[in-house]
């Protein structure tokens, strides 16, 4: 089985920046979606950006397009969340996820079943 952990939260300033990763280890396979997901307190879990393994096809949420990337490092086997000009709004716990379903794409976290731990962002203005 896939296990996933995050890393690479922490505070910053409003406009700075962080870099998060998600290393996958254990069972893998080649093709599946790879995703990153915020939750802030008293909200729902959002999607921020996923890849499709398969192609490369990369959706960027429209809150943090122009301001995040998404690339990946198949040697290492880890999805990278780069966050450049970081607002308060940004802040929350950030959460890698998988899922080898491929009949659809996967649009909402329960769509996912392979997740990592979290980890937080705090952006103070």
């Known amino acids: 089985q896939m296990q996933l952990v995050e890393s690479g939260g922490g505070s910053v300033q409003a406009g700075g920046s962080l870099r998060l990763s998600c290393v996958a280890s254990?069972?893998?396979?080649?093709?599946?979606?790879w995703a990153w997901f915020r939750q802030a307190p008293g909200k729902a879990r959002e999607a921020v950006a996923r890849i499709y393994t398969g192609d490369g096809t990369i959706y960027v949420a429209d809150s943090v397009k122009g301001r995040f990337t998404l690339t990946r490092d198949n040697t290492k086997k880890t999805l990278y969340l780069q966050m450049n000009s970081l607002k308060p709004e940004d802040a929350g716990m950030y959460y890698c996820?998988?899922?080898?379903?491929?009949?659809?794409?996967?649009?909402?976290?329960?769509?996912?079943?392979?997740w990592g731990q979290g980890t937080q962002v705090s952006v103070s203005s």
């Open positions: 996820a998988a899922t080898f379903a491929l009949f659809r794409v996967p649009l909402k976290s329960d769509e996912y079943g392979i």
């Open positions: 254990g069972h893998t396979i080649d093709t599946f979606y």
